[in-house]
Protein backbone atom coordinates (compact mmCIF):
# COMPACT_ATOMS: atom_id res chain seq x y z
CA UNK A 1 0.00 0.00 0.00
CA UNK A 2 0.82 3.49 -0.04
CA UNK A 3 3.51 4.55 1.92
CA UNK A 4 2.86 8.57 3.74
CA UNK A 5 6.33 9.99 5.45
CA UNK A 6 6.14 13.27 7.12
CA UNK A 7 9.10 15.37 8.45
CA UNK A 8 10.08 16.70 10.35
CA UNK A 9 8.39 14.35 13.38
CA UNK A 10 9.03 17.69 15.71
CA UNK A 11 9.19 21.39 15.47
CA UNK A 12 9.43 24.11 18.17
CA UNK A 13 8.79 27.48 17.02
CA UNK A 14 9.01 30.64 18.61
CA UNK A 15 6.14 32.58 18.34
CA UNK A 16 6.27 34.81 14.87
CA UNK A 17 8.51 32.17 13.06
CA UNK A 18 7.62 30.77 10.03
CA UNK A 19 8.28 26.95 9.32
CA UNK A 20 7.34 24.34 6.49
CA UNK A 21 6.19 20.67 6.72
CA UNK A 22 6.95 18.32 4.11
CA UNK A 23 4.45 15.17 3.21
CA UNK A 24 6.58 12.62 1.09
CA UNK A 25 4.21 9.89 -0.62
CA UNK A 26 5.34 6.51 -2.35
CA UNK A 27 2.91 6.11 -5.20
CA UNK A 28 0.57 7.89 -7.40
CA UNK A 29 -2.74 9.00 -5.03
CA UNK A 30 -6.20 10.61 -5.85
CA UNK A 31 -6.23 12.83 -3.45
CA UNK A 32 -3.94 14.68 -0.60
CA UNK A 33 -5.33 16.40 2.11
CA UNK A 34 -3.76 18.22 5.47
CA UNK A 35 -5.33 17.97 8.91
CA UNK A 36 -4.64 19.65 11.83
CA UNK A 37 -5.11 18.46 15.02
CA UNK A 38 -5.39 20.80 18.58
CA UNK A 39 -4.46 19.62 21.64
CA UNK A 40 -7.87 18.64 22.77
CA UNK A 41 -7.73 15.95 20.06
CA UNK A 42 -9.70 17.57 17.18
CA UNK A 43 -9.01 17.10 13.96
CA UNK A 44 -10.14 19.96 11.26
CA UNK A 45 -9.53 19.89 7.87
CA UNK A 46 -7.21 22.67 6.30
CA UNK A 47 -6.75 21.55 3.16
CA UNK A 48 -7.51 19.47 0.05
CA UNK A 49 -4.28 20.12 -2.82
CA UNK A 50 -4.02 17.23 -4.85
CA UNK A 51 -2.12 18.96 -6.75
CA UNK A 52 -1.41 22.89 -7.03
CA UNK A 53 -1.54 25.65 -4.42
CA UNK A 54 -3.99 27.24 -2.06
CA UNK A 55 -3.76 29.48 0.38
CA UNK A 56 -6.03 30.22 3.92
CA UNK A 57 -4.53 33.22 5.81
CA UNK A 58 -1.51 32.34 7.25
CA UNK A 59 -1.21 28.60 6.10
CA UNK A 60 -0.19 27.81 2.21
CA UNK A 61 -0.31 23.98 0.69
CA UNK A 62 1.44 22.77 -2.24
CA UNK A 63 1.67 19.50 -3.71
CA UNK A 64 3.40 18.07 -6.49
CA UNK A 65 1.60 15.45 -7.64
CA UNK A 66 4.28 13.91 -10.24
CA UNK A 67 7.00 14.14 -7.93
CA UNK A 68 4.98 12.78 -5.13
CA UNK A 69 5.14 15.29 -2.32
CA UNK A 70 3.20 18.12 -0.70
CA UNK A 71 4.06 21.39 1.71
CA UNK A 72 3.14 22.78 4.02
CA UNK A 73 3.57 26.20 5.10
CA UNK A 74 2.68 28.03 8.43
CA UNK A 75 4.02 31.77 8.37
CA UNK A 76 3.94 34.49 11.95
CA UNK A 77 2.91 31.01 13.91
CA UNK A 78 1.05 32.13 16.69
CA UNK A 79 0.41 29.66 19.63
CA UNK A 80 -2.65 28.76 19.04
CA UNK A 81 -0.95 26.92 15.83
CA UNK A 82 0.75 23.97 18.27
CA UNK A 83 -0.77 20.65 17.71
CA UNK A 84 0.04 17.95 15.70
CA UNK A 85 -0.41 18.31 11.63
CA UNK A 86 -1.32 15.39 9.78
CA UNK A 87 -1.09 14.50 5.72
CA UNK A 88 -3.07 11.96 4.18
CA UNK A 89 -3.52 10.65 0.94
CA UNK A 90 -6.14 8.73 -0.85
CA UNK A 91 -5.30 5.57 -2.77
CA UNK A 92 -6.37 5.13 -6.53
CA UNK A 93 -9.49 3.58 -5.81
CA UNK A 94 -10.28 6.70 -3.02
CA UNK A 95 -11.90 5.29 -0.75
CA UNK A 96 -9.31 4.60 1.67
CA UNK A 97 -6.82 7.47 3.07
CA UNK A 98 -3.88 6.69 4.57
CA UNK A 99 -2.78 8.90 6.74
CA UNK A 100 1.43 10.09 7.74
CA UNK A 101 2.91 9.82 11.60
CA UNK A 102 2.07 13.49 11.72
CA UNK A 103 4.33 16.36 12.50
CA UNK A 104 4.13 17.71 16.27
CA UNK A 105 4.85 21.26 16.37
CA UNK A 106 4.83 23.56 19.67
CA UNK A 107 4.84 27.36 19.54
CA UNK A 108 6.79 28.98 22.41
CA UNK A 109 5.13 32.58 23.34
CA UNK B 1 -18.21 18.49 14.99
CA UNK B 2 -20.00 18.78 11.50
CA UNK B 3 -23.38 16.39 12.49
CA UNK B 4 -20.83 13.45 14.02
CA UNK B 5 -21.89 11.84 17.56
CA UNK B 6 -19.37 9.62 18.46
CA UNK B 7 -20.36 7.48 21.96
CA UNK B 8 -19.07 6.28 24.29
CA UNK B 9 -16.66 9.33 24.56
CA UNK B 10 -14.87 7.33 26.92
CA UNK B 11 -14.84 3.90 28.38
CA UNK B 12 -12.76 1.82 30.20
CA UNK B 13 -12.95 -2.31 29.88
CA UNK B 14 -11.69 -5.32 30.85
CA UNK B 15 -10.19 -7.49 28.37
CA UNK B 16 -12.39 -10.15 27.20
CA UNK B 17 -15.17 -8.19 26.89
CA UNK B 18 -17.18 -7.02 24.01
CA UNK B 19 -17.14 -3.54 23.39
CA UNK B 20 -19.21 -1.71 20.40
CA UNK B 21 -18.74 2.26 19.28
CA UNK B 22 -20.61 4.24 17.73
CA UNK B 23 -21.01 6.91 15.30
CA UNK B 24 -24.08 8.48 14.43
CA UNK B 25 -23.94 11.60 11.39
CA UNK B 26 -26.79 13.97 10.20
CA UNK B 27 -24.73 14.83 7.09
CA UNK B 28 -26.37 12.32 5.18
CA UNK B 29 -22.79 11.20 3.62
CA UNK B 30 -22.54 8.24 1.86
CA UNK B 31 -18.83 7.03 3.52
CA UNK B 32 -18.25 6.53 6.72
CA UNK B 33 -14.96 5.64 8.30
CA UNK B 34 -13.18 4.21 11.64
CA UNK B 35 -9.88 5.27 12.15
CA UNK B 36 -7.29 4.35 15.58
CA UNK B 37 -5.09 6.62 16.85
CA UNK B 38 -1.86 5.13 18.85
CA UNK B 39 1.15 7.11 19.64
CA UNK B 40 3.57 7.02 16.85
CA UNK B 41 1.71 5.96 14.01
CA UNK B 42 -1.27 8.70 13.48
CA UNK B 43 -4.42 7.53 12.17
CA UNK B 44 -4.81 3.68 11.17
CA UNK B 45 -8.15 2.95 8.85
CA UNK B 46 -9.43 -0.06 10.51
CA UNK B 47 -12.97 -0.07 8.41
CA UNK B 48 -14.68 1.73 6.24
CA UNK B 49 -18.50 1.99 4.51
CA UNK B 50 -19.15 3.23 1.43
CA UNK B 51 -23.24 2.56 1.74
CA UNK B 52 -25.84 1.33 3.51
CA UNK B 53 -25.11 -3.04 4.83
CA UNK B 54 -21.47 -1.99 2.09
CA UNK B 55 -18.42 -2.58 4.31
CA UNK B 56 -14.37 -2.96 3.68
CA UNK B 57 -11.27 -3.90 5.49
CA UNK B 58 -9.23 -1.05 6.30
CA UNK B 59 -5.46 -1.27 7.12
CA UNK B 60 -5.62 -2.83 10.54
CA UNK B 61 -9.25 -4.77 10.41
CA UNK B 62 -8.59 -7.98 12.70
CA UNK B 63 -10.24 -8.08 15.81
CA UNK B 64 -12.89 -5.41 14.92
CA UNK B 65 -16.18 -5.63 13.11
CA UNK B 66 -18.20 -3.08 11.48
CA UNK B 67 -22.02 -2.91 10.69
CA UNK B 68 -24.28 -0.29 9.05
CA UNK B 69 -28.04 -0.60 9.20
CA UNK B 70 -28.64 3.03 8.34
CA UNK B 71 -27.01 5.84 6.25
CA UNK B 72 -26.52 7.46 9.64
CA UNK B 73 -25.06 4.88 11.77
CA UNK B 74 -22.03 2.80 11.75
CA UNK B 75 -21.03 0.64 14.34
CA UNK B 76 -17.44 -0.57 15.19
CA UNK B 77 -17.20 -3.67 17.17
CA UNK B 78 -14.58 -5.49 19.74
CA UNK B 79 -16.00 -8.80 20.00
CA UNK B 80 -13.61 -9.42 22.77
CA UNK B 81 -11.10 -6.65 23.99
CA UNK B 82 -7.55 -7.05 24.30
CA UNK B 83 -5.10 -4.30 26.11
CA UNK B 84 -3.64 -3.32 22.77
CA UNK B 85 -6.92 -2.41 21.43
CA UNK B 86 -6.72 0.45 23.79
CA UNK B 87 -6.21 3.38 21.47
CA UNK B 88 -8.49 6.85 20.64
CA UNK B 89 -10.96 5.71 17.84
CA UNK B 90 -12.11 8.51 15.35
CA UNK B 91 -15.25 8.32 12.89
CA UNK B 92 -14.75 9.91 9.96
CA UNK B 93 -17.31 10.88 7.43
CA UNK B 94 -16.81 12.21 3.56
CA UNK B 95 -18.82 12.56 0.55
CA UNK B 96 -16.77 11.39 -2.13
CA UNK B 97 -17.50 13.27 -5.18
CA UNK B 98 -16.17 12.67 -8.82
CA UNK B 99 -14.63 15.08 -10.40
CA UNK B 100 -12.90 14.36 -13.86
CA UNK B 101 -10.65 11.69 -13.63
CA UNK B 102 -9.88 12.47 -10.02
CA UNK B 103 -12.18 11.68 -7.10
CA UNK B 104 -11.93 13.95 -4.33
CA UNK B 105 -12.86 12.36 -0.11
CA UNK B 106 -12.48 15.44 1.86
CA UNK B 107 -12.92 13.46 5.44
CA UNK B 108 -14.91 15.07 8.52
CA UNK B 109 -13.86 13.57 11.86
CA UNK B 110 -15.90 13.19 15.23
CA UNK B 111 -14.59 14.14 18.33
CA UNK B 112 -13.11 10.70 18.94
CA UNK B 113 -13.84 8.09 21.63
CA UNK B 114 -10.93 7.10 24.05
CA UNK B 115 -11.08 3.34 25.25
CA UNK B 116 -9.02 1.42 28.06
CA UNK B 117 -8.80 -2.15 27.76
CA UNK B 118 -7.60 -3.34 31.19
Known amino acids: GIQVEQSPPDLILQEGANSTLRCNFS?????LQWFHQNPWGQLINLFY???GTKQNGRLSATTVATERYSLLYISSSQTTDSGVYFC???????????FGAGTRLFVKA | DAGITQSPRHKVTETGTPVTLRCHQT?????MYWYRQDPGHGLRLIHY???????DKGEVSDGYSVSRSKTEDFLLTLESATSSQTSVYFC?????????????????FGAGSRLTVL
Open chain 2, 92 to 108: AISEFAMGGQKGSNVLT
Open chain 1, 27 to 31: DSVNN
Open chain 1, 49 to 51: IPS
Open chain 1, 88 to 98: AVGDTGGFKTI
Open chain 2, 27 to 31: ENHRY
Open chain 2, 49 to 55: SYGVKDT
